[in-house]
Nanobody
């Protein structure tokens, strides 16, 4: 069983930065690819970024690729979403997800096997 715990969300002003963390636990979680999705009120869940198990291949949504980066510390089984120049439209609950296919860097939520509880990010104007 894999458990994912997100942290780092909060309330910030537009233009600020936040770094979200996702700590993963589980027997083989280090071999999983990881992703971030977000969901705003009344909206569908949206892909943000993903990274393969080695941290070598990354995929970031076009809408945020000039502001957000994804990374992982394999020794700590933790991945990070660095978010810069935040905008009010970035307000959402951000979810970490794990994909057993560690070499697959996917933007499709159904490809992910495990999900965290989410962390709220609120950006005020």
């Amino acid at each position: 069983q894999v458990q994912l715990v997100e942290s780092g969300g909060g309330l910030v002003q537009a233009g600020a930065s936040l770094r979200l963390s996702c700590a993963a636990s589980g027997r083989t979680v280090s071999r999983y690819s990881m992703g971030w999705f977000r969901q705003a009120p009344g909206e569908e869940r949206e892909f943000v970024a993903a990274i393969d198990w080695r941290g070598e291949s990354r995929y970031v949504a076009y809408s945020v690729q000039d502001r957000f980066t994804i990374s992982r510390d394999t020794a700590k089984n933790t991945n990070y979403l660095q978010m810069n120049s935040l905008k009010p439209e970035d307000t959402a609950v951000y979810y970490c997800a794990a994909n057993q296919e560690g070499t697959v860097v996917s933007g499709t939520s159904s490809h992910y096997n495990y999900w965290g509880q989410g962390t709220q990010v609120t950006v005020s104007s």
